[in-house]
């Protein structure tokens, strides 16, 4: 093996080492295949060397995708955007003051509302009881007020992000084909290694590796629909 041939195989195996360890990838519900997906296109290109036109058929073929919903999905989990920290399950305890004691009421909410940080725009979901459905509304309201003011700041965001910090793709219009036209893409940028959220999640060095070029760019994904075919048109291993 040349010493070109031997470093880009190294630093293939570092690129994955590093995924496999980048704790910012979600390990329970969908976004759990994306850290998958970001490796096997790291093996593809780089360690397989597989030929530009087959390597959507091996892609989808390793990660068992069989329709375009289902890549869509997938890259859809790793859209940059905001998503308020998991309060627990529904019907959060009530979180209406109490006049005669101290303290909130604290029985099992059922009314939702959605109260928003006006500092930094990030928001939670906060759950009324029947009993404070006044308040609830109240909160509403002030939310409402709140929201239309137009002074509230668009949140950083704390989710995906990572496929960017891996392969080099043209991601904004990958992101987009996968979350649909209401997905905007954050003012911080595409990539979570610039996002200050992210970044303490990580809380160490950006990588020294260089991105991978990808197919993002060239052959006309998303817009031509790569998965279909491929997995229609071959049964074989590519
Ligand atoms: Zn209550």
């Known amino acids: 093996m040349e010493g070109r041939e031997l470093r880009r195989v190294l630093d293939a195996h570092q690129l994955i080492a590093r995924a496999y360890k980048d704790d910012r990838f979600p390990t329970t519900g969908r976004g759990g295949d994306f850290r998958m997906f970001v490796i096997t296109w790291i093996w593809v290109i780089q360690i397989e060397r597989c030929p530009k036109d087959d390597r959507w058929a091996r892609i989808t073929n390793v990660l068992g995708i069989r329709n375009n919903f289902q890549l869509r999905e997938l890259i859809a989990s790793d859209a940059p955007r905001y998503e308020p920290e998991d309060r627990g399950a529904w019907h959060a305890p009530c979180p209406a003051p109490m006049i005669r004691r101290d303290g909130l009421c604290e029985r099992r909410g059922s009314i939702r509302v959605r109260v928003t940080n006006p500092e930094d725009g990030t928001w939670r979901p906060d759950w009324y009881c029947s009993r404070h459905r006044k308040e609830a509304h109240q ?9 239309a003011s137009g002074k509230v700041p668009e949140p950083l965001p704390n989710r995906g992000g990572l496929g960017p910090s891996y392969l080099r793709w043209k991601w904004a219009n990958v992101y987009r084909w996968a979350a649909g036209a209401i997905w905007e893409p954050p003012a911080v940028g595409l ?13 160490q060095e950006p990588p ?13 994904w998303p817009g031509g629909a790569p998965g279909l075919r491929l997995v229609e048109g071959s049964g074989g291993r590519g």
């Open 208 to 220: 020294a590796l260089e991105l991978l070029e990808g197919d993002g760019e060239a052959s006309g």
């Open 139 to 147: 909160a509403q309201e002030h939310e409402r007020a709140l929201l």
């Open 191 to 203: 990539c979570a290694d610039n996002w200050p959220v992210m970044a303490k999640v990580i809380g």
